[in-house]
């Protein structure tokens, strides 16, 4: 890391207008708590599916250390994902966690024991709790900053609109008249597995960060992202 820096990059990024760049990397990234949201209430809502005869016949303890294995991956995968945001990049890490999440919410619906489900559930989690750091620090390194705070607070805001969707759909495919007890909850979980698939299309197009970039003395790269999100925001360097 280069020990000091001249630039004018900050500045431009934060002086820049709002516009459908903005939208499109607060679209892209921010979906992470709508996620998050269907996943906690998916979670909640299969819990009496599970513990059917007919499905992975848990108990109300398994429930339990089901849903603390997903708290503990959050957790586990904050810290771990953090530090290597700061060292390989924020759009590495926001592919990886996002992957992460996919394989193992897919993994989910394929469990066949309390081990297995707590593992998967434990690697969600991971992948949840990556996200966050991931994103967090892409979101307040990309938007300008006079609306950091109204854009910070409407993202984590969005975590009701996935309560609100998971616990809607869970009406329908846990319904026994349309799905079997041991078929609705993994039907759940792969529709969460779905959705991060069609995620990734849209982080396609989002840069990494300059200000990243900027500390590790990759100016010129830099440069050349602020350019054309400048470009793209219709705003030009003064």
């Known amino acids: 890391m280069p020990a000091s820096i001249t630039t004018d990059l900050p500045a431009r990024l934060d002086r820049l207008p709002w516009s459908r760049f903005h939208t499109l990397v607060v679209a892209a990234l921010g979906i992470t708590w709508i996620l998050d949201g269907i996943e906690v209430t998916l979670a909640g809502a299969v819990a009496g599916a599970l513990k059917s005869e007919r499905s992975l ?30 060292r390989l990049g924020r759009r590495k890490l926001f592919f990886v966690t996002l992957l992460l999440y996919i394989a193992a919410t897919a993994a989910t619906a394929l469990s066949w024991d309390l081990a297995s489900f707590a593992f998967f559930r434990f690697l969600t989690g991971a992948g949840i709790g ?49 799905l ?16 991060g ?39 030009m360097p003064r």
């Open 130 to 178: 990556g996200e966050y750091t991931a994103i967090n620090s892409t979101i307040q390194e990309l938007t300008p900053a006079r609306v950091r705070g109204r854009t910070d607070l409407a993202i984590n805001g969005s975590f009701w609109i996935g309560a609100a969707a998971g616990a809607a759909g869970s009406i329908v495919l846990l319904d026994p008249a349309l």
């Open 180 to 195: 079997g007890p041991d078929l609705g909850w993994r039907v759940c979980f792969g529709i969460g597995a779905v959705l």
């Open 197 to 235: 698939l069609a995620i990734i299309g849209l982080r396609v197009f989002v840069p990494e960060s300059p200000r990243w970039l900027m500390l590790r003395g990759r100016l010129d790269e830099a440069e050349a992202i602020v350019a054309d999100i400048e470009r793209r925001a219709g705003s």
């Open 57 to 86: 016949h848990f108990s109300n303890a398994n429930v339990g250390f089901a849903a603390s294995a997903y708290l503990a991956g959050a957790v586990a995968g904050a810290l771990l994902f953090g530090w290597l945001t700061d």
